[in-house]
């Protein structure tokens, strides 16, 4: 049986937000693994595709007319999407817009049989699993060895990374991988192999590029809806300091939860009770934080009333707490000074 070709698909934004532009480079990124190469595009463009528009957004609007006059397919995003069963409602995640790029860019002739968008696992012998179903498989991050003298050389579908975890840094080919680094990370499927520093200085021309394991980590955790890797989940840790990543890029529903973890230690459910986040939300911070070697664990045992809820409104600090969450729109403990 001959390897099948990549398809080629040219898909050009209009409309969009910082969030779902993002959103959508790491989707077209995703869809290497399906065998599609898609080239992302200002609009308008020649040989396009496929539009995705935001049609809250004038400009959004226009283009998605521009699109259908043209016999472009146009996908919208947009707050309401009425009855219409292909449009995305607005906040669409990297997996909403991954399956429904997928689906219209592979339309043609059937296959031999319907099957759900998958991403496969070299080798091709392996079995294949959902995407983002994986939580119970290693990503690259928890393959990334922390022993002192060792650097952990992974490979991915033709991309290769060096992790040293110790010293904080990650070696690529060049800089021009982060992008795919980011988009691939948390997937199953890596290899690794363990190197001593002497060993992996002999290789070391290979991965001229060098970068900060701390900003790679909170970049993917921003950009994707998965968590970046595992994590202790019934431990409570603290934030040792801010990451280091571009602050206006951290979601503005971070901010609260991080600003309590640089106060005292917490675990994952009782800051999202306190500050109000979904469960899975407060994961992906806490993987984020254990990965980019962030978290100041407990020191000492922390003792609670069991009648009391939330604790921190109590504590000297709970006044500033409360403040940082009403200035974001959220609600802290209960208190609403």
Known sequence: ???????????AAAGLDVLHMTRLKVACSLLMAERVHAELRDWPGPDVHLLVAGTDDPDGVAAAEQGRRADITV????????ASGSA??????????????????????????PVPIQIRVPPSSEPVVAAYAVASLPTALDLATDTAGTIAVLEHAGLRVAIDRRRGLLHLASAGD?????ATCAQPGWRMQALADAAFEDRRAAFPYTGALETFVWRAAIALDVEVGDAPRTTAIGL?????????????????????????EWSSAALAQACGLPDAEVARIFAAIHHSGL??????RIVRAPARAVAAVDLPSAGFLARVARR?????????G
């Not at 390897?3 to 898909?11: D, V």
């Not at 571009?246 to 979601?251: A, F, I, Q, R, V």
């Open 1 to 11: 049986m001959t390897t099948p070709r990549f398809r080629h698909a040219s898909i």
């Open 75 to 82: 996908l919208r995003i947009a707050r309401d999407v009425g």
């Open 88 to 113: 995305l409602r607005h906040g669409a995640t990297v997996k909403d817009l991954f399956d429904r790029l997928h689906a219209l860019l592979t339309e043609g002739p059937p296959r031999e049989a």
């Open 178 to 182: 982060l992008d795919t680094l980011i």
């Open 240 to 264: 040792k300091g801010w990451p280091i990543v571009e602050s206006d890029t951290l979601p503005v529903h971070w901010l609260l939860p991080l600003t309590c973890l640089l106060h005292r």
């Open 295 to 300: 978290a100041q664990p407990v020191e000492r």
């Open 328 to 336: 974001f729109g959220m609600q802290f403990g209960g208190h609403r």
